[in-house]
């Protein structure tokens, strides 16, 4: 399984706008409608806020990774942003976010939902691999970073 496979070129924006935790993830959400992956980003939106009322998936070193469940969805769909300043997303260290991997699944797929959060969080132990999604300066870099990453 690769992150690529759910996280397609055009859910992925290098230069996310938001200040928030609120604002990043409806900024995601927003985009994932946009490209028609989604029907429904409001509700989306919600169950990803009240995910993030048991605890921040801002994980630390400068990496949020907000994910939920919906019944608006029929398989899993991924967006992720960058940040140049930084967001607000009551990180456990703390600290602002830069990184950002949304995921979003349907009930039915607690299994892949894990192993795809799993294989996220194992790429973005990596300092290298971090900072170097932090200096992409376009969504093909990106890509090809995380394919490059993904191989092993």
Do not use: W
Not at 74 to 80: C, E, L, P, Q, T
Not at 97 to 110: G, M, N, Q, R, T
Not at 130 to 136: E, F, G, I, K
């Amino acid at each position: 399984m690769k992150v690529l496979d759910y996280l397609e070129i055009d859910s992925i924006s290098v230069n996310l706008k938001a200040k928030n935790k609120a604002e990043a993830i409806t900024e995601l959400c927003g985009i994932l409608k946009d490209q028609g992956k989604v029907s429904d980003s409001e509700s989306l939106v919600a169950a990803l806020i009240q995910r993030e009322k048991l605890g921040s998936t801002g994980i630390g070193q400068g990496i949020a990774i907000p994910h939920a469940k919906s019944e608006t969805l029929d398989k899993v769909v991924a967006a992720m942003g960058i940040s140049r300043k930084g967001v607000d997303f009551e990180a456990l260290d703390g600290e602002t976010v830069h990184i950002i991997f949304l995921l979003l699944a349907p009930p039915d797929s607690a299994g892949l939902h894990l192993k795809i959060l799993a294989r996220i969080s194992r790429l973005l132990k990596d300092k290298f691999f971090r900072q170097s999604l932090r200096d992409a300066k376009s969504v093909e870099d990106v890509q090809k970073i995380i394919s490059e990453e993904d191989q092993y």
